[in-house]
T-cell receptor
Framework: GQQLNQSPQSMFIQEGEDVSMNCTSS?????WLWYKQDPGEGPVLLIA?????ELTSNGRLTAQFGITRKDSFLNISASIPSDVGIYFC????????????????FGQGTILTVHP | DAGVIQSPRHEVTEMGQEVTLRCKPI?????LFWYRQTMMRGLELLIY????????DSGMPEDRFSAKMPNASFSTLKIQPSEPRDSAVYFC????????????FGPGTRLTVL
């Protein structure tokens, strides 16, 4: 099936540093979603991207939908301790149709640790 | 505005027992998804519904798993009989018809089968 490769798998940074993570696929995606999961909680949607080339911000978070539709990145500026968690990229593959409509593929996640 | 609600948040049961997980989607959302999350396999889609009708259950691991959606505001995922390998976090998510690709997750039910 479709796979999303997220990198890096984990990051250890100091408070105040900027963070960058990305997600790539061998197939095109029509939508890119970025979720954050805190321990013991469900994934929370951070940013949704619907158009190739789209650049969207949500506070200190910025994400872009790659022009090739096969990648996306998420940047976090001036990290703070509450940014700690697992960040997932997700999306429906570009050829999704029929009963595949609405099915999301998830990356393996990037574990972010922020040291005060 | 209430998000997706799941209950219970934690469930510990013994092998062979029946387990029922519950979900209330966001009001007005007509798609509902059940996922399972484990360290080994990450997030896996089990089944999803549109307007209370199951559309794709190809992710349901075995006949021991069943899901129902009797109305627009309630769904259950049942495991009978439960086994230790069913231990995982089970999430429910919902979305609208116009944006099925943008799904909102509940807090999850952490299931431990002893």
């Amino acid at each position: 099936g479709q796979q999303l490769n997220q990198s890096p798998q984990s990051m250890f940074i100091q408070e105040g540093e900027d963070v960058s993570m990305n997600c790539t696929s061998s197939s095109i995606f029509n939508t890119w979603l970025w979720y954050k999961q805190d321990p013991g909680e469900g994934p929370v949607l951070l940013i949704a991207l619907y158009k190739a080339g789209e650049l969207t911000s949500n506070g200190r978070l910025t994400a872009q939908f790659g022009i090739t539709r096969k990648d996306s990145f998420l940047n976090i500026s001036a990290s703070i301790p509450s940014d700690v968690g697992i960040y997932f990229c997700a999306g429906p593959p570009g050829n999704a149709g029929g009963t595949s409509y609405g099915k999301l593929t998830f990356g393996q996640g990037t574990i972010l640790t922020v040291h005060p | 505005d209430a998000g997706v609600i799941q209950s219970p948040r934690h469930e510990v049961t013994e092998m062979g027992q029946e387990v029922t997980l519950r979900c209330k989607p966001i009001s007005g959302h007509d798609y509902l998804f059940w996922y399972r999350q484990t360290m080994m396999r990450g997030l896996e889609l089990l089944i999803y519904f549109n307007n209370n009708v199951p559309i794709d259950d190809s992710g349901m691991p075995e006949d021991r798993f069943s899901a129902k959606m009797p109305n627009a505001s309630f769904s259950t995922l049942k495991i009978q009989p439960s086994e230790p390998r069913d231990s995982a976090v089970y999430f429910c998510a919902s979305s609208t018809t116009t944006r099925t690709d943008t799904q909102y997750f509940g807090p999850g039910t952490r299931l431990t089968v002893l």
